[in-house]
């Protein structure tokens, strides 16, 4: 299982964490990933500066935004999960 896991501190909160979650339960659900995935919430990362922070299976990924979650989901963890 993969462990993907969304700063919600108040830095990333103003910064979209919130939609970030949403696109990220969308996408899961969309492609069928809901045991395959595991989603949780965690405060400060200490990268507050840097955008949006996730981790994936504990490799911490900055500068996360709307714009760029879909490419980031597509890249970092549908191409993973089915190479």
Do not use: W, Y
């Amino acid at each position: 299982m993969m462990l993907v896991t969304i700063c919600i501190g108040s830095g990333c909160h103003i910064k979209g964490s919130r939609q970030i979650i949403e696109v990220l339960q969308a996408k899961i659900q969309s492609h069928r990933l809901e045991a395959q995935i595991e989603l949780e919430g965690c405060f400060c990362q200490g990268h507050c500066t840097e955008g949006v922070v996730l981790k994936i299976d504990g490799v911490m990924v900055t500068g996360v935004s709307k714009e760029n979650i879909e490419a980031l989901f597509n890249q970092r963890i549908l191409e993973v999960l089915r190479p």
